[in-house]
């Protein structure tokens, strides 16, 4: 694999002298379009078929296409071309094909089908009309369309359980402007509520009942808040919706108790709770992991890519927007215990990174993208921030291990 080897986040440090900018190497990362090698010129194949064949959203609009993600997790754990072919045949018989949207979108009226998820071919065929004006800069398109304006779109990148976020992230790890263009489309389709607690100020200013610098303490409160306790009774994705509908008081009192005054600290301590929450488990499902609690880990992932290559003023924000999803389907998973001493007390047993990505590119679960995806996330993690106690590593091999399906919906 041609790639670019980067040094671990210790050899960085100090960073910055500059409070609120968070000063992170690039991610290993792979110029897909240069490469030569057998399995990236699979993948990048693979890509751009999804890409043509392959609708963002499918089943009547409701799940996201995970083809993108799936091969390129897998990709960067070492899959090889087989590999990868044996991945697409099996995820793409899930997908839809594109269908014509109601009308085009226009530079003119782009903004007015936000959150149209009908729109979805208009858009992807919008953002690539507007590759070509902006000479196949990629990179520039993501610019123009995310960050600008009174209200970017970048401040709802976390909607649909950051699926748009993950893309996006994926898009700058291969450098790949069909998942570019894939990640702006699904920012587009999927815009929500998220933007509003972002773009006014109002939501951010109000005092809360405690402050903490620490994320876990605040997760503390929130398992020991007798109103939350009471909100629901069973675990699902509807519980979010309610969540934000008729308690959006207490869930804003939490968010803006966690206050970011060291980030790249406190990043690193959210990277880990991110870990530890992959194997946490509620009182309702006993050997299932949690569908919702593994994108919590998937999107930290996600913000670790992009916070070297998005505008400053963004980042802080993109953590709070990673918060405030990880805040609502911790409520919503009915705030689960999470087990950070039985990770660091987990046997190994002689097993090591390379045994964790053949689970993750041969193993009977080798299909299912959040899976894959969880694995790809820690290994990261570890090379991020470096794992003197081995807490990535035993979090990887404990959930490799013990996964036999996803839990968590009700």
């Given at each position: ?84 072919n044996r991945l697409y045949e099996t995820e793409s018989k899930l997908l839809d094909a594109w269908v014509d949207s109601p009308a085009e979108v226009t530079p003119d009226d782009w903004r007015d089908h936000l959150g149209c998820r009908e ?41 649909d359980l950051g699926h748009p976020l993950i893309h996006l992230a994926y898009a700058y790890e291969l450098s790949s402007r069909e998942v570019a263009m894939e990640a702006l489309g699904l920012a587009s389709v999927c815009y929500g509520r ?127 927007q990673w918060w405030l999803m990880t805040l609502a389907i911790y409520i919503s998973q009915l705030c689960p215990d999470i087990p950070v001493d039985e990770i660091h007390q987990f046997d190994l047993q002689g097993r090591n990174w390379d ?56």
């Amino acid at each position: 694999m041609l790639s670019i080897s980067l040094p671990s986040l210790r050899s960085f440090l100090p960073f910055s002298k500059e409070k609120d900018v968070i000063n992170l190497p690039a991610v290993e990362s792979l110029d897909i379009e240069s490469t030569q090698e057998k399995p990236a010129r699979a993948l990048k194949h693979l890509l751009k078929l999804n890409h043509a064949n392959h609708a963002i959203l499918y089943n009547n609009l409701k799940f996201h296409n995970h083809a993108p993600h799936l091969l390129s997790a897998a990709f960067l754990q070492g899959s090889d071309a087989e590999d990868l072919n044996r991945l697409y045949e099996t995820e793409s018989k899930l997908l839809d094909a594109w269908v014509d949207s109601p009308a085009e979108v226009t530079p003119d009226d782009w903004r007015d089908h936000l959150g149209c998820r009908e729109y979805q071919k208009a858009f992807v065929d919008f953002y690539e009309d507007e590759l070509v004006r902006l000479n196949y800069d990629w990179k520039e398109v993501v610019s123009e369309y995310l960050f600008s304006g009174d209200e970017p779109v970048f401040n709802s990148i976390i909607a649909d359980l950051g699926h748009p976020l993950i893309h996006l992230a994926y898009a700058y790890e291969l450098s790949s402007r069909e998942v570019a263009m894939e990640a702006l489309g699904l920012a587009s389709v999927c815009y929500g509520r998220t933007h509003e607690y972002l773009d006014r100020p109002a939501f951010s200013q109000e005092e809360p009942s405690y402050n903490a610098s620490s994320i876990f303490t605040v997760l503390t409160n929130v398992r020991l808040d007798n109103d939350v306790e009471g909100f629901f009774t069973t675990p699902g994705n509807d519980n979010m919706e309610q969540l934000f509908s008729k308690h959006e008081a207490v869930l804003l009192n939490h968010w803006n108790a966690w206050k970011i005054e060291n980030p790249i600290e406190q990043f690193r301590e959210s990277q880990q709770l991110a870990a530890g929450l992959l194997l946490a488990t509620h009182k309702h499902q006993t050997k299932a992991h949690d569908f919702f609690l593994v994108h919590i880990l998937t999107t930290s992932h996600a913000v670790r890519v992009l916070l070297p290559f998005i505008p400053p003023k963004f980042q802080i924000p993109l953590i709070r927007q990673w918060w405030l999803m990880t805040l609502a389907i911790y409520i919503s998973q009915l705030c689960p215990d999470i087990p950070v001493d039985e990770i660091h007390q987990f046997d190994l047993q002689g097993r090591n990174w390379d045994w964790v990505a053949g689970k993750a590119i041969r193993s009977i679960h080798s299909t299912d993208a959040h899976y894959v995806k969880a694995l790809r996330s820690l290994k990261q993690m570890e090379t991020t921030w470096g794992d003197q106690d081995a807490f990535y590593l035993k979090a990887a091999v404990k959930f490799a291990d013990e996964f036999n399906g996803w839990g968590g919906f009700m």
